[in-house]
């Protein structure tokens, strides 16, 4: 009996969660078409981002494109298909690889951030601060952040896509023995724009699902320490399942 | 301005924080909510302040249902500054994020009013003390000239000399510029100091009231146990 009593509330919260969350993007959207535009605010925190986030999404790119190169030529070398390399490389980078970690990664360097900034500000009654000042939390705290994270994560993607074809170039090069003019005209070759568009279109839609998420989780945290450590824990936990799930999606739909 | 607040009720889902609680703020007056921690008093001025909804009960603003909460300020308990911005940008915040940028002036005088050296002008919230936090959180709350100013336990976290001197500058402040009070404590010394009018909440419900001046010479037990410390 206490099983299915804390089934149907665990469901109970499930699906009241889900609602709060459209009602949230659904104000979002209100506040963010009737604007107060901080502009101060808004280059602030993309230029915050960005800088921040730079040595992880390089560090992304080419451990990623170095694994692949190693990866593929094990794989394909059995088959004498060596020269496929660089354009399984490009590909997977441009259009899985390279949105989706650094979709993972963005989560849980920024995503994270926010949700702990944000729900401090709660616990702090700094949200109530606003308030009483006349600001609206969604102008100065969530369209900032929704907005310099959706415009940045298409610039992570581009570097990642290149400083992983860079990655595995290294290593096909000096460690396989690839010629570097042929692995270049290959990558070139065999990516087009259409790669790389769908792959920028992925990072557009999981920057605003890791901003929305996170700032949903620090504006609706628990109280004390713990409330922050688990705003913080469920916008990394559900900004990943999010990207995950709606890759699929994005894949169907493109390919 | 004169806020009445009649039989009023609030719930969290199903913990009755405030039961049956009338009270009446007079215009230009201080008045003092007294009460243990946890008897809801953060929650009566946050629903007074329209932050917080209600249940039951009724809210009149010199008479009237609605009000703009333009003409209110809150000093939060402990501050709630914005970490991000310096002490001249938090107290000048509106002014601040309109990018208007002749606000010195006014922030000057508002940080000597509030005995704030103007050397902390541009330091953070980080790199000042928690009096001149509240100092600074003091002069934010001033600095849109309210009718009406909310003080959230402005000497919580305090020492006894701070906390005198907070208590000096909040009567100094309120006589200057005419500004009515509602201060919520559990500090009877502060509540004596700086009050006018009290009433005491105990149990979501309205327990006792009066004039300040006559708190030590309470009849009421319940009140008498929580001045004293008692238990009842």
Redesign the interface.
């Known amino acids: 009996m206490i099983f299915i009593e804390n089934l149907g509330k665990s469901f109970i919260s499930l699906i009241s969660g889900i609602g709060k969350l459209i009602l949230f993007i659904a104000l979002f959207f209100r506040y963010f078409f009737k604007p107060k535009f ?4 808004n280059f602030k925190y993309f230029i915050n981002i960005f800088i921040s986030s730079i040595p992880i999404i390089a560090l992304t790119g080419i451990f990623s494109g170095m694994v692949l190169a190693l990866q593929s030529y094990t794989g394909f070398s059995r088959f004498s298909a060596e020269s496929a390399i660089p354009n399984i490389v490009v590909l997977t980078l441009t259009r899985e690889l390279g949105p989706v970690l650094t979709g993972l990664m963005i989560s849980a360097r920024v995503g994270s951030s926010i949700a702990a900034e944000i729900a401090t ?1 709660r616990v ?3 949200i ?2 606003l ?5 609206n939390y969604y102008n ?1 705290l969530v369209t900032p952040r929704v907005l310099a994270l959706t415009l940045a994560m298409p610039i992570f993607v581009t570097l990642v896509d290149f400083i992983g074809v860079m990655g595995g170039y290294l290593v096909s090069v000096y460690k396989l023995g690839f010629n570097e003019n042929l692995y270049l005209v290959n990558t070139i070759n065999f990516l087009s724009l259409n790669d790389y568009l769908s792959g920028i279109f992925k990072a557009l839609v999981f920057g605003f699902i890791i901003s929305i998420v996170s700032c949903y989780s620090g504006l609706y945290s628990g109280k004390g320490a713990f409330g922050v450590g688990s705003a913080t824990t469920n916008s990394v936990v559900v900004s990943s399942i999010l990207i995950l799930f709606s890759n699929y999606i994005l894949t169907e739909i493109f390919f | 301005m004169d806020i009445e607040i009649k039989n009023l009720e609030k719930k969290f889902n199903d913990n009755e924080v405030l039961k049956d609680i009338s009270l009446k703020i007079e215009k230009n007056k201080s008045t003092i909510i007294l009460g243990q921690s946890g008897c809801g008093k953060s929650v009566l001025i946050k629903i007074i302040y329209q932050l917080l909804n209600y249940e039951k009960g009724t809210i009149l603003y010199e008479g009237k249902k609605n009000i703009d909460i333009d003409k209110f300020s809150m000093l939060f308990q402990y501050g709630a500054l914005f970490d991000s911005l310096n002490l001249s940008e938090n107290i000048a915040f509106t002014d601040y994020m309109d990018n208007k940028i002749n606000y010195s002036r006014k922030v000057k005088s508002l940080m000597a009013d509030v005995g704030l050296d103007a050397s902390n002008y541009h330091k953070y919230p980080s790199e000042v003390s928690g009096g001149m936090k509240k100092r600074a959180a003091l002069a934010r709350a001033l600095y849109k000239n309210p009718k009406v100013i909310f003080l959230d336990e402005p000497t919580t976290g305090l020492d006894p000399i701070n906390s005198d001197l907070i208590n000096d500058l909040i009567i100094k402040v309120i006589k200057k510029r005419k500004i009515t009070a509602v201060t919520i404590t559990h500090d009877i010394k502060s509540a004596i100091k700086t009050g006018d009018n009290f009433y005491f909440i105990d149990k979501g419900i309205t327990q006792e009231e009066g004039r300040c001046d006559k708190i030590l010479s309470t009849k009421n037990k319940i009140f008498k146990s929580f001045i004293t410390g008692a238990r009842y």
């Open positions: 901080y502009l101060k605010i500000m702090t009654e700094q109530d601060a308030k009483t000042l006349n600001t100065y």
